[in-house]
């Protein structure tokens, strides 16, 4: 039964990961769409406007479910958006602007 769910787990995994954002494509998805840049820009900023505005305790938090949207939650976020029909770019795009307002609506609740 272990063997079972150890192969499932790593077919999960290995599923979730086709769609995934490497750091070679989102360089070059940085240069050659100008929304997606822009969208990488105003997440950047936002950071550090909640960096400087929030108690550190809460900003580690935030920081902590970053990596968790970075490492799987932004792809599938991405892919959704795909399978209704968009572009990659817009997909990332889209994706990336939703965070930010995940963000701030977060950083509220936090700082409450």
């Known amino acids: 039964m272990r063997r079972i769910l150890s192969a499932m787990a790593l077919v999960i ?3 979730g990961s086709a769609f995934a954002l490497s750091d070679e494509e989102y360089l070059r998805l ?3 769409n100008a929304d997606f840049a822009r ?14 505005s929030m108690p550190k ?4 938090i935030l ?7 970075i490492d799987f ?3 599938r976020v991405a892919e959704d958006y795909m399978d209704e029909g968009y572009s990659r770019a817009e ?13 701030k609506s977060r950083a509220r ?3 409450r």
């Open 13 to 15: 995994m290995l599923a």
């Open 30 to 32: 940085k240069k050659s």
């Open 39 to 52: 969208a990488d820009r105003e997440l950047t900023q936002t950071w550090k406007r909640l960096k400087d």
């Open 57 to 60: 305790r809460a900003f580690r």
């Open 63 to 69: 920081q902590d479910e970053q990596r968790e949207w």
């Open 73 to 75: 939650l932004r792809d």
């Open 91 to 103: 997909a990332y795009t889209m994706a990336t602007n939703e965070r930010i307002d995940e963000l």
């Open 109 to 111: 609740e936090l700082t």
